[in-house]
């Protein structure tokens, strides 16, 4: 295995974790699971607005970067590069 793959490899597997994060941070919008652990009690640790465009604007560009990845790989296996 050529020490791209693998470094592309860890990339997204630590992109994916930390999506999952940035997905797990985001403020419930109730009436789903977010509400079962918590989520729909207002308190005044809640984000403000300003930290929650940015919460979307990481989430996005890490998803972006994601995706990016996934698709370098595709084409790098598909291709004989591996």
């Keep these: 295995m050529s020490a791209l793959i693998l470094t592309l490899q860890i990339l997204v597997a630590i992109l994916s974790l930390l999506m999952i994060l940035l ?3 985001h403020k ?33 560009a890490t998803a972006l970067i994601w995706i990016i990845l996934i698709i370098t790989l595709g084409v790098l296996v598909k291709f004989g590069f591996a």
């Design 23 to 25: 997905v797990l941070l």
């Design 28 to 60: 419930g919008k109730g009436g789903g699971v977010s509400d079962m652990f918590g989520g729909g009690m207002s308190s005044s640790a809640a984000s403000s607005g300003v930290a929650a465009r940015n919460l979307d604007r990481i989430s996005i």
